[in-house]
């Protein structure tokens, strides 16, 4: 029943069932690497029955009983985290959804193709249903991220996946997104990052793609604009493409590939000048216009390098180079890499390089399913291998920040917990860091899991702290000794940039200008690192707290490193009073870690004129119904925008854990805040999802499933902590 996606024309007679059986789909957790298998078996499906957290991530019903109707802000809590809790896998932590961008999906399946590797029904079928879903209900595109209007984008790359998967060009749903592809121009006004999918596949030519020269990285390291002075994720992804393009590699032609060209332009396929189109680009995809140095550069390259003067020495020098490049960096991930858009792309350099069948291939494909997630709509991407140490992290706070660490209660999830981040701390550095231009990483935490081992400087810190907590709270194993906490403040104590502020993988290595040479029009400020608010708070909040228990070790960097976020913190201030935020929405997201971060140098309301000021904000967007609501736009435009669906429990919870971490004197806004957070408790202890919570580059948005119980947890937590004894 597979459907075998060889590149032959037999791919048109793909086999899709109407829907998978959604009782038969398991994550499995294999120590934090989370999987998802389909049990066709029926003895099989027997023996290994879905759990609580299967079917929650499903959205079937757990039969879990109604609790005690809470009167208090704590029992609130108590009956969040007893719902929360039966989510919690064996190894110790949470799984999540790490759904929103609607680009990474089609990148998987292109690699699927590109590699000839077989896509069982169940996944075409289950994929398929969340396209599907999550097609715009008004024109049936599909658009940067899940809340996204439409693009070229968006649309171009599903529909192109859907039929790869064998879905068929006359079903209606691909008519209307057909449609609303060709209103908006058709493939040829496509981003970069399109155009280069769709020229491996064959569907376009490699000259509508502007330059993505492997030669930069030939460039001597001292060289301003050196590709490994950019910011990580898009040096990885530059570094994979500009291999293909290099080669100018396609895959085979085949049936479906020719139909797909009749498919996604407006005007008939042989006539197309692609070289004329390397700059289309629709409107609403482009969100940073490419700049004068850009175009001069891409003009240039085009024109004069690539035709004149690139030889053939230099070209099988860049691509030996990268190649390297890219071994390095699957061996230094075990072949699950930084995110599933270099993933895919390894892949297909693999398979272009080493052949059907190779190891590099075969170990890539089944590393492209750790990033795989399920749900009631299907199959989707998440936007990495998982949400693991950072959800934990959060989860083991909330508790703490109730003061119920030492609660029985909570014992046996909170050791389970602690287990996991002991488990996935990042022992050593990679080897030969320096050649594939890795930061320094011993002692640290990634933001999944320590496989693909990538340390984030917040997702450290939010680590350190947790283990910190439990380990020092009466009881709990101490399972991570002295040096270990003290590798990972070494590391820690590398992340800051000059300004002061923290970055997130590493500390800024090229100047803010770079973004001069942002290519890829949907996104902006990916070109270097940048300063952020919240990685900065993560940061000094778990240096001081480290500094509380270990007085004598590097004291006086950590002070130093300390007075520097903060005077960076000041000056990030709005003038409204709020921070900006760029991996939450947003400025809500942003001005909880600010206040933080002042709060942990004792600056709180009645101090300072800083914290004052942010409370102020915050109070100002308070809603009549005591709830906060910040609509993703705000991301895009910078401008405070209030979400059209009402307030959010995730970001009213932000909210009042700022204004009770700054010590806010009224607590009536807090009261009727609390209030809403438990009136949208369901009776069992959960909350439902509402609005997406998280962003990345200012214009796309993913979500933090889990999120809606770790920050309502912790503001309940927290203010029932300051106020024991009052009732909303
Ligand atoms: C993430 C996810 C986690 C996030 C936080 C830890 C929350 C943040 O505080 C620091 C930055 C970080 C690690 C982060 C960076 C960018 C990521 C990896 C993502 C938002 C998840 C997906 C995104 C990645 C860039 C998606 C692929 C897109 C490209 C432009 C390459």
Redesign the pocket.
Known sequence: SDVQLTNEPSLKIAKHQEQTDISRWRCLDEKGRLTWRYLEDDDEAEKWPQSYADKWFLGLDLGLPDLPEPTKPIDAFHNGLTFFEKLQLESGTWGSEYGG?MFLLPGVVFAWYATQTPIPWYKATAIKSYLKARAHPDDGGWGLHIEGESTVFGTAMNYTALRLLGVDADEPFMVKARGTLHKLGGATHAPHWTKFWLSVLGVSKWEMVNPIPPELWLLPDWVPIAPWRWWL??RQ?FMSMSYLYSKRWVCEETEVIRELRNELFVQPWESIDWFSHRNSIADIDNFHPKSWLLNTANWFLANIWNPYLRTKAIASKAEAWVSKLVDMEDANTDYADL?P?NAAMNTVVCYARDGPGAYSVRRHIDRLEDALWVKDEGMLCN??NGVQS?DTAFAIQAVIDADLAEDPRWRPMLTKALEFLDDQQIRENVADQDICYRQQRKGAWA?SNKYQGYA?S??VSEALKSVILLQKTPGYPQLLDDQRIFDAVDTLLTYQNATGGCA?YEPRRGSERMEMLNA?EV?EN?MVEYD?V??STAVITALSLFNKYWPDYRTAEIKRFKDGVLAFIKRQQYPHGGWYGS?GICFTYATMFALESLESVGETYATSLYAKKGCDFLISNQREDGGWSESYRSCETNVYTEHPTGSQVVMTAWALIALIKADYPDMEPLKKGIKLIMDRQCANGEWKQEAIE?V??KSCM?LYQNYKFTFPLKALGMFAKKYPDERP
């Open positions: 961008p994720h898009i992804v995110a858009v936007g990495t950072w933001f984030v917040d997702c997130s890829a996104f990916i952020y919240e990685c991996w998280g990345f580059n993913i």
